[in-house]
């Protein structure tokens, strides 16, 4: 979460790119009704988690939500490097 804050507020990208992704971040958070501090703990959780069975890309991993018929589903995007054999 925090690499995604960090591309949000950089100054590499075009304004109108950055606009877009503040209130993509706003919107995750206003219909998750979660403060940026628990998005951060559930995503710390998700990796530490899966960590156990995956190598993953913590650093291209995105979390959100999505409306789903009066629900809000947790959608997560986590790029898989290999599998780990216990």
Known sequence: M???IMKIFGKKEKSGKIAGDRLRVLLVHD???MSP???EKLRD???QV???YMD???KDMELSFENED???ALVANIPVRRMRHS
């Open 2 to 4: 925090f690499d995604s």
């Open 50 to 52: 899966i960590s156990k």
């Open 70 to 72: 009066n629900a809000v």
């Open 45 to 47: 959780d998700i990796i």
């Open 56 to 58: 993953i890309n913590k």
């Open 37 to 39: 501090e628990i998005m």
């Open 31 to 33: 219909r998750a009704n």
